[in-house]
């Protein structure tokens, strides 16, 4: 009932892109469109999946230089298949390390176990660095999530 209201744990969360936008000019425009999502209520932003943490470092300089101060959660994907290596970049438009494409190319029948472990030093380093929490983007299967866990004793 409306006339009644009562309490929740609703929050607001946006969409924040590591990389920026496809559609947006640069990193500092889209980042201002951050900066409007957080004014409009947001009160955490979650990123778009990337591969290289210093997209991450530099888009959380971004916003905290644009006077964005809410928690910027990590999105993390792991590579499971060596298609990915081309169908996530142009589907998703991020960029995957030419060092991780190669071993993923070199080896693909261990793309899960390579991915696996490329996501795990990822995560790492971004909770040493103190992220708030990092969020994972699970497409068909937990499996390789529950590995990555497992590794970072989670």
Partial sequence: DLADPYPTEFCIGAAGYPEKHFEAPNLRADVERV?????????????????????????????????????????????????????????????????????IGSTPHQARDIGVAWTVEQARELLDAGVPSVHFFVMTSSGAINTVLAELGI
């Fill in 35 to 103: 900066k409007q999502k957080v004014d409009a209520g947001a009160e955490y932003i979650v990123t778009q999946m990337f591969f290289d943490n210093r997209y991450y470092f530099s888009f959380v300089s971004e916003c905290r230089d644009q006077g964005i101060d809410v928690p910027i959660i990590p999105g993390l994907r792991i590579l499971t298949n060596p298609r990915q290596i081309t169908s996530i970049p142009r589907t998703f438009h991020c960029e995957i390390p030419e060092a991780l494409a190669h071993e």
